[in-house]
């Protein structure tokens, strides 16, 4: 009986929303890519190939206000589509026409065109919007940081949706430009090259662009007074580094750590191949924050990084993920450790380099500081779980492994590879297991079981597995020099 009801009033309700016949088949885009550890990052049915990011920042009120221009193409008939945003939306236009939309979920805006989208159509998104990011909460956190002079985004995994719309996930990268106002005597910093910049009736304007393609994540904004210097590398390449005027002692070692970085830059070059972005550099505001990220052409550092110092080995691994990470990027967030083993591996090679401890003296102390039965060899670096992301054994079983390695296929294919995967997969996603698939290729090795072995095994690898001997496992291994800076890394991505 119910059925029979049911027929002839869904036939009744299409008839009143006058559905055209061409709409048939447009559905709506997924509410997420279907990422392993965060299912509502990103979007289905598009794909965002540049953002132009129209803002002016207030940091007395922290009133955001912007129009964000997004270019993208849609990948399949869609009805509407979603996306990743938690400021007040006022306007949307999509090609031009007013589009509807509804907000869902934790951070999704639920966008219907005003006629349904073609795939394989280029489309364009207008978004006019304003808000107060450091009072969007989302599970009780805000990812917007104020400062006592301005304001900074930089963030892991989630940080757009404080401040622009997107597809929030880092398969979809783009270009953007960025532009925002502020107040005269304060500055603006993003991603890669000043373009220009301009002042007019009390605000001035910061014109940021990245011509190459960038995640989402990665994408940062510090708002504030800073001392910046502006230089260029030997290869042309601009070099903008930035410190908080407001950093108290910490000042000093700040800079001196930062100013490294066209030296480590040159140096990464020499292990990894060519810098692959438009601009370097890092900036430090005043956030009391321990830990970096690798924000892409240039890396957040909290000021307390420098607590006890100068640390050259955090402005290593946040500029070794410019290659690791940034340029190729992980296809979905359990594939961290194509990010992070790599990152922690070149803070190993920096000291063998510096004198500091050889990348093998640390591998013998990481696995000799950690008995069988530690919670340490339950974390697997290839998988390691949401809650486990960025736990130290991501970086220190993740660089081991990398030792391993190291040790199993020799020094000429080793390094070969560390050169060869970000030129081959540049701009680029890539998971753990396409890494394995490309040592196996370039080492002529079978390498799975031992990839299992030290990636994905919940179990302390046996003295020797993979033909790599770490220590005895039972003597102690005396801390190499460098041990505390790289250890006082491991704060890293933590909130
Ligand atoms: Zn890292």
């Known amino acids: 009986m119910r059925h029979r009801l049911l027929v002839p009033g869904a036939v009744a309700l299409s008839l009143l929303l006058a559905i055209p016949a061409s709409a048939a088949g447009f559905t709506p885009g997924a509410p997420g890519v279907g990422d392993s550890y965060y299912p509502e990052s990103g979007n289905g049915g598009y794909d965002v190939s ?44 999509i090609n031009g026409k007013k589009a509807s939309f509804a907000t869902s979920g934790k951070h999704e805006l639920e966008v219907t065109p005003a006629t349904p989208l073609e795939k394989g159509k280029q489309i364009s998104v207008v978004v006019r919007y304003a808000g107060k990011p450091s009072e969007l909460k989302i599970d009780n956190f ?36 960025i532009s925002v106002a502020v107040p005269d005597g304060t500055q603006a910093l993003s991603n890669g090259v000043l373009a220009s910049q301009s002042s007019k009736l009390g605000w001035t304007r910061y ?50 750590s930062i100013e490294r970085t066209t030296e480590a830059t040159e140096w990464l070059e020499s292990v990894f191949g060519p810098y692959p972005f438009n601009a370097v550099g890092g900036y430090v505001p005043n956030v009391p924050a321990h830990y970096a990220l690798e924000t892409q052409t240039r890396p957040f550092y909290g000021e307390k990084a420098f607590d006890r110092g100068t640390n050259v080995s955090v402005v ?17 967030w359990k594939d961290i450790w194509i990010n992070e083993g790599f990152a922690a591996y070149s803070q190993w090679l920096w000291s063998e380099k ?35 992301q960025f736990d130290d054994a991501v970086y220190d079983r993740g660089a081991l492994a990398l030792q391993a390695l190291r040790n199993k296929i020799g020094d000429k294919a080793f390094f070969a590879l560390l050169k060869s995967w970000p030129t081959e997969h540049r701009y680029g996603n890539a998971s753990v297991a396409d890494f394995v698939k490309f040592a196996e290729k370039k080492s002529g090795k079978k390498l799975a079981g031992f990839f299992d072995t030290w990636l994905f095994k919940p179990s302390k690898p046996a003295v020797g597995a993979g033909t790599s001997a770490f220590g005895t496992g039972r003597t102690p291994v005396a801390a190499p020099k460098s041990w505390k800076q790289i250890a006082a890394t491991h704060n890293v991505h933590r909130h």
């Open 142 to 177: 805000s990812a917007w940081a104020r400062t006592p002079d301005g304001a900074v985004i930089a963030q892991e995994p989630d940080a757009a949706v404080w401040w622009f719309p997107s597809n929030d996930h880092p398969t979809d990268k783009a270009t953007y430009d």
């Open 207 to 256: 014109n940021w662009r990245s011509d190459k393609p960038q995640a989402t994540y990665l994408t940062t904004l510090a708002v504030g007074k800073f001392d910046i210097t502006t230089d260029k590398t030997a290869n042309g390449l601009p070099v903008i580094n930035a410190v908080s005027k407001d950093l108290g002692a910490n000042a000093g070692s700040a800079r001196a």
């Open 316 to 332: 290593v691994h946040e500029l070794a993920h410019q290659w690791y990470g940034d340029s190729v990027s992980l296809k979905d």
């Open 354 to 388: 510096e004198g500091e401890g050889t990348a093998q003296q640390l591998a013998d102390y990481v696995y000799a500081q950690h008995p069988a039965d530690d919670p340490f060899w339950k974390v697997k670096p290839g998988n390691p779980g949401a809650e486990n």
């Open 50 to 93: 540049h953002y132009d990011l129209r803002l002016k920042y207030q940091p007395k009120t922290d009133l955001l206000e912007g129009t964000a221009t997004l270019l993208a193409t849609t990948t399949q008939d869609l009805s509407r589509f979603n996306l990743d945003f938690g400021l007040k939306v006022s306007e949307i236009r």
